[in-house]
């Protein structure tokens, strides 16, 4: 998982976990079994992409079709929009998909073979002892703003963004080596060279972490954090974005629309050596919920829409007489799950922001492990997602490579559960209703973001599974921003429903989520500087496991150790998981240049797409 919290069901593979929406229609068969690959039907094959050298320019060829410039792509994002535009301060899928589709990285990820391939660079190298990484960018690529795309804007990025620690830091906490941050060295103008304290696995892959442009951001960054944190605000005239990806910002307007126009300038070039993207805009509409989306899709707005749960069937239905394809991308790349609140600190005003008496429960391992056997994982693939997905017990994704197996899970046992209460030091009343050894009711509070109705309808199942227990349940859905201040900063939830995105690829990825400092070590959150002498048991050895996964390079090593951490997550129950949904994604047949895969889904290559008549 890497990682973002799930916000939005955006069409683009750097959205997030997807959602559902209701309908009272006739439930698909459901799969009995989730299939290890999904087979797609393609447009068009691709040649292989390329470097082309053009009067002095490195450029990146395509080898997608030759398609038609011009035309709009209509996207939608659900909540309240963007946070940030600026790539380095994003915390949720949103604000990282839109500034991600302005800010390229040095490499990226080979969307169908998951392979490392250059994208500002044109090439790089591995030293023997495994240690030096040794990028060369292209040359004579531009800012948009017609500013030389050079190493010292590489080096700047990483020595004074990211390495500085300014905004989310968790590049520089997964770039952390045997406690040491890469050292960087400029060979010439357009070579780096990042020297690792030893041999890293998954290093290479935090090289897709966009480049700044130095001119442009320095100024800002020189003046500190607070300065940073606001740069490229939602309020930005983005006439003043300076940028190196296909499209660049042409207009926000708050809870209504995000509009991206095309960089004329853009590195990359189509088989004719025409300067790609196609399209002129990518246009993101911002909806409340899901039935918005639904709504504007069936209303030919949008062009793009994951589908879960009883859409499908109608949807599939529909196919052949309809405007639209239907693919079937396999199992999600994502998690979804309920997490507890184990922070015991205090907040600044010295209160706590779990009571004490809270605090207890949440602890007590008995009482985690007993609300796990009270979820009804079957019947939320049933009801939720009809029957589209299998329960999940894990965190790392069913198309993982790194999926431990041997976790197979368990089915709902209230009996079981009530005996793990019993044996925590619960007792019930008369009236059956759990208290603790203190005489307390044991009543508490779930969150998750209110507009997905995928999570909303999830609530609703866990609190009736869990006051099955006898225990009362308060569901709140509330606003995602809110809800992400609790989860990140103010800690103040006792139990919630979240998503994260993820590589099936690399659970280094995760680990912002599950180093013991980590930004996104939501069960017990710690403040930036805050200690970790404090950590629990369970959160050294995942912190242990994380620091020598990194250094392992035979993918067994690796494997067992990720076992490891998987396993200790099922039996600690920090966080409980509770199912995979199949990817359904229905895409307008006008859109050309499709690649549909399961490790990255539809619709990520945006700067390859046309329109056709």
């Excluded at 050309?592 to 056709?612: A, F, M, R, T």
Aim: charged share 25%; aromatic share 12%.
């Amino acid at each position: 998982m890497n990682r973002f919290f799930g916000v939005i069901l955006s069409v683009i593979i750097l959205g997030a976990l997807g959602t559902l929406v209701f309908h009272k229609d006739v439930p698909p068969k459901p799969l009995n079994k989730i299939p290890k690959t999904v087979a797609v039907t393609l447009d068009t094959q691709r040649l292989p992409d390329k470097t082309v050298t053009i009067n002095g320019v490195d450029y990146y060829q395509s080898g997608a079709e030759v398609g038609k410039f011009g035309g709009e792509l209509f996207l939608t994002t659900i909540g309240e929009g963007p946070k940030t535009f600026n790539p380095f301060n994003a915390m949720d899928a949103t604000s990282s998909t839109m500034g991600g589709i302005m800010y390229d990285g040095l490499l990226t990820t080979n969307p169908a073979t998951g392979e490392v391939i250059p994208l500002l660079a044109k090439s790089f190298e591995l030293s023997p002892d495994g240690r030096e990484y040794t990028i060369h960018l292209r040359k004579g690529i531009k800012w948009s703003d017609g500013k030389p795309i050079t190493a010292d804007d590489v080096i700047y990025t990483y020595n004074e963004i990211i390495f500085a620690g300014l905004g989310n830091t968790s590049t520089r906490d997964m770039m952390v080596i045997d406690g040491k941050l890469p050292e960087l060295k400029k060979v010439d103008d357009y070579t780096v060279k990042f020297i690792t304290a030893k041999p890293f696995a998954p290093f290479l892959r935090q090289l897709s972490t966009p480049i700044a442009p130095k001119h442009i951001f320095k100024p800002v960054s020189d003046n500190g954090a607070d300065a940073f944190n606001t740069f490229l605000s939602t309020n930005i005239n983005p006439k003043d974005l300076v940028i190196s990806g296909a499209f660049k910002l042409k207009e926000y307007v708050p809870a209504q629309r995000v509009i991206f126009e095309r960089n004329p300038d853009y590195y990359k070039v189509n088989l004719n050596n025409e300067k790609l993207p196609y399209l002129d805009k990518v246009v993101y509409f911002i909806v409340a919920d899901l039935n918005n989306e639904i709504l504007k899709f069936e209303a030919k707005e949008t062009d793009i829409i994951s589908l879960r749960g009883s859409n499908v069937a109608r949807y599939k239905e529909k196919e052949a007489d309809s405007d639209y394809r239907i693919y079937n991308l396999g199992p999600d790349t994502g998690t979804m799950f309920v997490s507890f609140n184990l922070n015991t600190r205090k907040n600044k005003d010295g209160k706590y922001n779990v009571s004490p008496i809270k605090q207890e429960w949440f602890a007590n391992k008995n009482f985690r492990a007993a609300i796990d056997y009270a979820l009804d994982r079957d019947s939320m693939v049933m009801n939720i997602a009809n029957g589209l997905g299998v329960p999940l017990f894990t965190p790392e994704s069913l198309n993982s490579i790194y999926l431990n197996k041997n976790i197979t899970g368990h089915k709902r046992d209230l009996k079981k559960a009530k005996e793990l209460l019993i044996q925590g030091g619960f007792y019930y009343d008369k009236k059956r209703k759990l208290r603790d050894k203190n005489t307390n009711y044991v009543e508490f509070d779930l969150y998750t973001n209110a507009g997905n109705t995928e999570r909303e309808a999830l609530g609703v199942m866990i609190k009736q599974d869990i006051e099955d227990l006898g225990i009362t349940v308060n569901f709140k859905p509330i606003e995602f921003n809110s809800l992400v201040n609790k989860l990140v900063n103010s800690y103040d939830y006792d139990m919630v429903i979240m998503g994260l995105t993820g590589s099936p690829l690399e659970p280094h990825s995760g680990k912002n989520v599950w180093y013991s400092s980590g930004p996104l070590h939501m069960f017990n959150q710690r403040p930036a500087g805050y200690s970790i002498d404090d950590r629990l048991g369970f959160e050294k050895e995942l912190d242990y496991i994380f620091d020598e996964a990194a250094l392992k390079t035979r993918f067994e090593d690796r494997k067992n150790l990720y076992d490891k951490y998987q396993q200790i997550i099922y039996d600690e129950k920090p966080m409980i998981y509770l199912y995979s949904p199949i990817r359904i994604t229905a895409v307008r047949k006008r859109l050309k240049n499709l690649y549909p895969n399961s490790l990255s889904g539809v619709g990520y290559n945006p700067d390859e797409i046309y329109i056709s008549d």
